[in-house]
């Protein structure tokens, strides 16, 4: 069983390798491993009221998941919020034991519990093993995604 919980200052080295061990090739000359390099932005997602990181921890407490998840107001759909997730990882060893489709279900019952009316994500075009779990688990590709990295 899979303990699931926001995550605290001391799983931000988990978070960033499960992060960083995911990136596609447009991201990756972008990261560094460097994890003070992240903690101004992870201090600062920790006291935004509308965007949590989780992790995945086992019962030794070892973080081998991670994802973000924020919820964006707009007016679509009666003004209901939407409940994206951003950066939804496994540690590759563990990939295949169900651990993203336990994290995956977390995600969904945070959003609807917070009264969003669906939960878009976004995968690199790279990443067609995340497609595939991602389709197997319901979610459908209804859009096509575009970004503008600087």
Sequence with gaps: MLKRCVAKDEDIEAVVQRMNGGASSQRVHLENGETDTYKPAFHAIQQCPNTDIYVGETDTGEAVATFQLNYVKGLAFNGKPRGQIESMHTRADM?????????????????????????PLTSNKERSGAHRFYTSNGFVPTHEGFKLIF
Excluded at 96 to 116: F, N, T, Y
Aim: proline fraction near 0%.
């Design 95 to 119: 990939r295949g034991q169900g651990i993203g489709q336990e994290m995956l279900a977390h995600a969904v019952k945070l959003a609807r519990d917070k009264g969003c009316c669906m939960v």
